[in-house]
């Protein structure tokens, strides 16, 4: 086995901007093993809000490099166990390997992972398309721009109110809302009652992560099904979440990658959470690692390709919010830059 990575700088069609960042270009770090003749690839974006820039979770491969390396290789599952005690504190260097090793083991089997999994691919969500914090008329030409059955809404503005009722005169999509932590409990309960009735799915993160008083009386008078993201990162808040929030927004870097991912996945649904799992800017490396876990969702949020310019790889394909999967073995990705 031998390990490899390098930096990537994905440009965004449109300035991206959120309740707490704002960005143009997305820093990422692809990483690949090589084992046996094939190549594995996986991704982590640097992420400020995590506190997780490019240069960390490449200081972290660099000092387990000799586990990786040297790890056997004949079980995935065991491989990953044995070298997840080397990444706590950093997830994003854990989702990073976690999924170029699921790649790599599926070209080495000829198999794609969902198929390993024994999937059935026959019914899986749409994914959303995202429409960032913008000047209004902007937001609206977005829409107008890109026709697509559901659309993610960035809020956290003084006026988000006004904005979905002018989006809402755009299109009859169905329309997610996400605060990012922007709103008070008794904002998030006004917004919920007016935001049904136009054709709001879902509300996601409204408080701080902290405020569980305040996600306990939303959780008690909100009209609309409400969504952890930023409250829900590892295992251990999957339980926390419950009672609280109606569903879970699952994302790969967080968590630390597949593995987690679908033990957090099992662990919502036997609580009966919602599930959904996110992206953070991904170019198709990473989008193509949350394709594989399609048939167990209720929803998604993989749009990451269709936001940047550059992509440096393919995966799964998109039509009018259908995933059509990548018919390549592994997480179905393809490299399309120099690697090496």
């Not at 390990?3 to 901007?17: S, V």
């Not at 691919?121 to 829409?143: A, H």
């Not at 009209?223 to 609280?244: F, H, N, Q, W």
């Not at 167990?296 to 995966?315: E, K």
Request: aromatic letters at 10%; charged letters at 20%.
């Amino acid at each position: 086995m031998k390990l490899y990575y390098k930096t990537f700088d994905l440009h965004l069609h449109d300035t991206f901007k959120i309740a707490h960042d704002k960005r143009d270009v997305q820093q990422t770090l692809i990483v690949g093993l090589d084992h046996q003749g094939k190549m594995g690839f996986g991704e982590a974006t640097a992420s400020k809000y995590y506190q997780r820039p490019v240069a960390s979770i490449i200081e972290v491969l660099e000092k387990n490099r000799h586990h990786i390396e040297k790890t056997p290789f004949e079980s995935l599952e065991l491989y990953i166990e044995n070298i997840q005690s080397f990444f706590q504190g950093n997830n994003f260097a854990l989702c990073a390997l976690d999924v170029a090793a699921h790649d790599l083991y599926g070209k080495l089997n000829g198999v794609s992972i969902h198929q390993y999994w024994g999937f059935d691919t026959s019914r899986m969500p749409l994914t959303n398309y995202t429409i960032g914090i913008d000047d209004l008329s902007k937001m609206k030409s977005k829409i107008k721009a890109f026709p697509w059955p559901v659309y993610k809404i960035k809020l956290g503005t003084d006026d988000d109110l006004s904005i979905v009722k002018a989006l809402r005169k755009t299109t009859d999509a169905v329309f997610r809302v996400d605060a990012n932590c922007a709103w008070t409990a008794a904002q998030t309960i006004e917004y919920a009652n007016s935001f049904k009735q136009l054709g709001v799915e879902f509300i996601e993160q409204p408080l701080a992560t902290g405020d569980w008083e305040g996600m306990a009386e939303i959780y008690k008078h909100s009209t609309l099904p409400i969504m952890a993201d930023e409250s829900c990162i590892e295992m251990t808040d999957v339980a926390r979440c419950k009672g609280y929030f109606h569903g879970v927004n699952i994302k790969l870097m967080k968590c630390g990658g597949l593995a987690v991912a679908r033990k957090m996945i099992t662990q919502a649904q036997s609580m009966g959470l919602m599930v959904m799992v996110g992206c953070m800017t991904e170019s198709s490396v990473g989008i193509s690692a949350i394709s594989q876990l399609l048939p167990m969702l209720d929803y998604v949020d993989m749009d990451g390709p269709l936001l940047i310019r550059n992509d440096i790889a393919s995966g799964p394909r998109f039509h009018n919010g259908e995933v059509i999967l990548s018919s390549e073995n592994g997480t179905g990705v393809v490299m399309h830059i120099p690697w090496m």
